[in-house]
């Protein structure tokens, strides 16, 4: 959202998912308050994580490829008289070149600066003036834009997508100011947060060899050190045709607007394809531990496990694990880690699945004063291993199944929803996969669940992070003027 | 933590803040149907059967505002425990039942009121009512139950405590309301969450929540007389009787600038700048929405964002807001900037606002202004959740549902010279207060 929503409305800090905190989506302008801008980010993931398909879903998105290969995904839902026009780049930290972590995210800012046509600023204040909103965000996988208005004004969110593919300026009097906005993003975000400094942490150690080992926002000393050139490299390499997807989900009428979204957009040359990521992250062959000492009230005990992704046939049982562990108050973590020993004031799951490579299963827990990393850390490991050791029940398994296929229900609520998912899909391994995933979901049995519990939550595939406080700041007051 | 409808109130009505950023031309129909219960209760429909959900929002008057001036926290406390146990049904068994149908129902209190949140299927309406009304009547806040709440509530307490920028808005909150219960957190502190008993509670929850007052807007897979008849079988024993209540009386103008400034191991300095801003009631306050877009609220359009952010490079977020809340309203800029610059960042802060208050904003900027916040409406309405609490805010503020309708009209008759007028009437570049959380050796914040 690009207006503000008000300045002293704070959040309770309760329920902080870590890991995701650490890892979601980084937006380029907040317009909301951190604490909401990650809500979202949360929302989303958990949406992309928890759910995806459903009976018909293939039926309502329509699909085509431009002849320079940009994919096209329409979807006709006139329920609301809203559009959401969204492109998708398949490029996210992990096409970062080492030494340069974070230019995908630097590149995502960049794009709201200009072409020859609209000048610099000119793309955000155009869509406000308007009556639009837009915004954009970076994973470590892809890079989306979206951009939603009445649905009247679609063929102005089509032309300032289509100028910017093709004809971004990159100038560096734009670009000097906006590298120092990205520093302030990162000291925002991960310097002075102590759970997402723990779960960046983790996350680099986690991975040995993998670009996912490198925040989504880069190392402060990377983004101080990126160039005009590298920008340049970084959007001609990336962002092509043949590289994105376009979505434009709403009160469209796809028959009118496909032969428009031709003109705008086919012009445009399909580029070289761009390189793979070919570094496979070896086994882990042993627990890794660590810690971070922060000026912080209360520790914080992080478990990343390696896992794979969303296109591998363990990924139900694995987001069934995932809510049967972290799926709300009545779910494992919670029950026992809060509420019956009261150990943690939150205790959460977490399961990364939305990613092109094998990626992470977190569990976090937030301590209460007067307990120890250890004793939680035992607790949360007696969850895994009661999953290792016995079946859940029947009514356990339903109730994780309810809870995504309703998921999946609300998420339509909105079209923004619905284009999401399907963006993020198509960006890392193709939406189709929706098509199939409630099924999927639906035949997860107890011993699915079990099976995945014993061989992805593992003391050898683990990385624990503790996060240690340190001692609190001190007070000073006076007047002003 | 999925899906929940935001319960505290004061972001429902923040969000409503933007929700009056209306414009008439796209949404013809009533967006509810309003009705009165027998019980008092205000119910607000709007009915949608593209997908089958139902999602609801309630506002009791039993936020902070009614807090014992020595028990802050409790309206909280008493908000946290209500799915804690109920007459017949344990804390686990009330968020398993829930949890088992994939639905979610939420209580959150605010400063002026408390919210109950519930989304579920449409064919879990029942249960839903069912835990909505078993959860209100019949709480039995157990003693047990209080004393782990009151742990978790602690530690949140103390985790908030990490987060510079809501250390910043806190300070700043108390600032501006010295001794009225805006400028206390919602939580409470430590040691008064601690002090309260399972007395308070059960008085608080017996005076507190009524139906008279009560709120509620529902929005989805039903229709108003079958909601009608399913809240009036569940409902109809919870009686009105609410106690007199006299709001506090505002607090005192400040006469110059004060300053809070907080000591972390912070890379950015934190900052909240602002004083008293209006209530909902006040004549001036279209205009005033419309200054506050060119000033601070507009994002990448609004002034602040122009010079702090895009110009300068010293942010990642600024802005500013006017939230009006039920007694009081607030002003106030949020910005967080390296500890170096904050105090340039302070200065261009202060002098936007001698700006717009000194000098007439631009035609264009005033018709941009305008075509967004009356053209962005439908984007307001695009949910089941902002429908709902759109519908909660507008009977909470006496808007009226025909509030669509006039919105533009309003909006489109604020002029150049109203935005200078109300700038100078309502922004005090001279007499605010400043809450900074920063490594104040580097911030070089004067005293």
Redesign the interface.
Known sequence: ???????????????WVVGLRALGALGH???A????TIALAI?LF?LLG?MASAAGLADRVFETTLANGLKVLLVEEP????VTVQVWYKVGSRNDPVGKSGISHMLEHMM?KGTPTIGP?QF??TV??????DNAHTTADYTAYHT????DRVMLGLELEADRMAHLSLEEKEF??????????R??RT?????NLLGETVQAMAFLAHPYRWPVIGWMSDIEGYTREDLVRHYRTYYTPNNATLIVAGDIKRDDLLPKIRSLFGHIPRGPEPPKVTTVEPPQRGERRLSVKK????PLVLAAYHVPNLAHRDTYALDILAYVL??????RLH?RV??EK?LA?YA?AEYSSVHVDRHLFWLSA????GKTAEEVEQALSAEVEGLQREPIAD?EL??AK??????F??A?????GLANWLGAYESVAGWRLLAGYLDGIREVTAADVQRVARQYLTPDNRTVGILIP?K?????????? | MKRQVTGRVRVVLAVAILLCCLASSVVAAPLGQRIVLSNGIVLLVSEKRALPIVTATMSIQAGALLDPPDKPGLANLTAELLRRGTRTRSASQVSEAIEFVGGSLSVEAGHDVTTVSLSVLSRDLDLGLELLADILLHPTFAPEEIQRKVKEVVAAIRRKQEDPGEVSAEAFAALVFPGHPYGRPVEGTEASVAAITRDDLLRFHGAHYRPDGTILAVVGDVSLPDLVRRLEARLSAWRSGRPNFTPPPPPAVLSRPIVRALQRDVTQANINLGHLGVTRDNPDYYAIQVMNYILGGGGIASRLTAKIREEKGWAYDVGSAFIPDKYAGTFSVSLQTKNETAHEAIEAVLAEMRRIREQPVSEAELRDAKAYLTGSFPLRLDTSSKIAGWLAWVEYYNLGLDYVDRYASLINAVTVADIQRVAQRYLHPDRYALAVVADLNKARIKE
């Open positions: 959202m690009s207006v503000r929503r008000g300045c002293r409305l704070g959040g309770k800090g309760m329920n302008r907040p317009g308050p951190l604490y909401r929302g958990l928890g329920k609301a008289p809203v709201f600023k955000s204040l406000q003036r308007n009556g639009g909103v939603h208005f009445a649905a000097l100011p906006e590298r120092q906005v990205v520093m302030e993003e000291r925002l310097e002075d947060q102590p759970a000026d912080a009230e209360l972290g799926g709300g108050e009545s779910a029950q809060v509420y009261q004031s959460v937030g301590l209460l004063p009514r339903q109730k309810n809870q995504i296929e309703s998921e229900i609300f339509q609520d909105s079209v923004r340190t609190p700041g001190v007070t000073a007051e006076g007047t002003r003027g």
